[in-house]
């Protein structure tokens, strides 16, 4: 029997895309459309992955693959994340007829079920839903984990002031509770009703890499969008390519595009007191310097560079001309 779910819609009737944004991570690709592909084609209609320029094999495996659910929107240069998946929401729009979609990295997959989870979720309720996403050996994933704006509620803000950032980030028990309302999440897992693109766009794509997903989901939140997050709607984030030490970027480049769209997202989230809590953030940003062996001038330059940018609202600066200005990485 067919499943009746949210509006008298049933999956069948609910057309779900997934969009995955990859870039030189074959291996992780390969597991994560699998895992997509195991699904039932009424569960998941389509699967669009956008290639970021790949030079890993990943075009010629995509070729070689026959599913018929399975697209392909490959671009000539890397675009980033922020990129990927503005071209990637736009080509589904135009081309795949999706009432959903679902959006995550190359290496962030639904847990088994997860998709018909969604489903039974009765997602129309909600105009955006973010799932519960964890590490491979079952943890919470920390940057993954949805927030509350703590600028726009007086009790989170208080808190947010005694415990820094696990005062608006959900906590564990949310994780075992019923869904609940947020105004922040990432895009592992995030699934996005074809009413918000309509009513509020799409994300940021000069963005490059980081806070696009933070800035657009704030964005549908200000606008009065409600995005649940779904606690028995389960993804699996095998995130070891961000094993880095914290508070350390490698390669130095990366920390030009942390720090602007941070501004960015702070600018958004915080409104009128923007510039105070920048006076807040500014010096924390200058110590990590300590944390860049063999790259501190490069992290320095960049920082400064990342606030100019990020106060004026600059966007513009091409991703070469920005390695350009870095330099060559240092001799080991």
């Keep these: 029997m067919q499943d009746t779910v949210g509006e008298g819609m049933g999956r069948r009737d609910r057309r779900l895309v997934a969009i995955v944004v990859t870039c030189n991570r074959l291996e992780q690709l390969r597991l994560t459309v699998a895992r997509l592909l195991d699904a039932s084609r009424d569960t998941l209609a389509c699967v669009l992955v956008v290639d970021n320029a790949s030079t890993d094999g990943t075009a010629d495996w995509l070729a070689e693959q026959n599913d018929p659910r399975l697209s392909v929107l490959r671009h000539a240069r890397n675009l980033g994340g922020a990129g990927g998946f503005e071209t990637g929401m736009r080509h589904a729009m135009q081309h795949l007829d999706p009432d959903w979609l679902m959006l995550t990295d190359d290496d962030g997959r639904p847990d088994p079920g997860a998709l018909a989870a969604f489903h039974s979720a009765r997602?129309?309720?909600?105009?955006?839903?973010?799932?519960?996403?964890?590490?491979?050996?079952?943890?919470?994933?920390?940057?993954?984990?949805?927030?509350?704006?703590?600028?726009?509620?007086?009790?989170?803000?208080?808190?947010?002031?005694l415990r820094g950032r696990d005062g608006f980030h959900i906590g564990p028990d949310s994780y075992a509770g019923a869904p609940r309302l947020v105004d922040v999440t990432s895009f592992v897992g995030f699934f996005v009703s074809r009413g918000v693109l309509e009513r509020a766009g799409y994300p940021d794509g000069t963005l490059f890499i980081y806070g696009e997903d933070g800035l657009y989901t704030l964005g549908i939140s200000a606008a009065g969008g409600r995005i649940a997050f779904h606690p028995e709607i389960r993804f699996e984030h095998d995130c070891t390519t961000f094993a880095?030490?914290?508070?350390?970027?490698?390669?130095?480049?990366k920390s030009y595009?942390?720090?602007?769209?941070?501004?960015?997202?702070?600018?958004r989230a915080a409104g009128a007191l923007f510039w105070p809590a920048l006076l807040l953030v500014l010096p924390k940003w200058l110590l990590k310097v300590?944390?860049?062996?063999?790259?501190?001038?490069?992290?320095?330059?960049?920082?400064?560079?990342?606030?100019?940018?990020?106060l004026t609202g600059r966007t513009d600066m091409p991703h070469d001309a920005l390695l350009a200005r870095v330099g060559p990485p240092p001799t080991p």
Excluded at 150 to 160: E, K
Excluded at 244 to 250: C, L, S, Y
Excluded at 291 to 305: D, E
């Design 123 to 161: 997602p129309e309720q909600w105009d955006a839903i973010a799932a519960a996403v964890y590490y491979p050996d079952g943890a919470i994933c920390e940057m993954n984990r949805p927030s509350i704006n703590p600028f726009w509620h007086g009790r989170t803000f208080l808190r947010s002031l």
């Design 244 to 253: 880095a030490e914290p508070g350390r970027f490698v390669p130095a480049w």
């Design 257 to 267: 595009y942390y720090h602007r769209n941070l501004l960015f997202l702070y600018r």
């Design 290 to 310: 300590r944390r860049q062996r063999g790259a501190r001038l490069a992290y320095l330059r960049l920082l400064s560079l990342a606030v100019a940018h990020g």
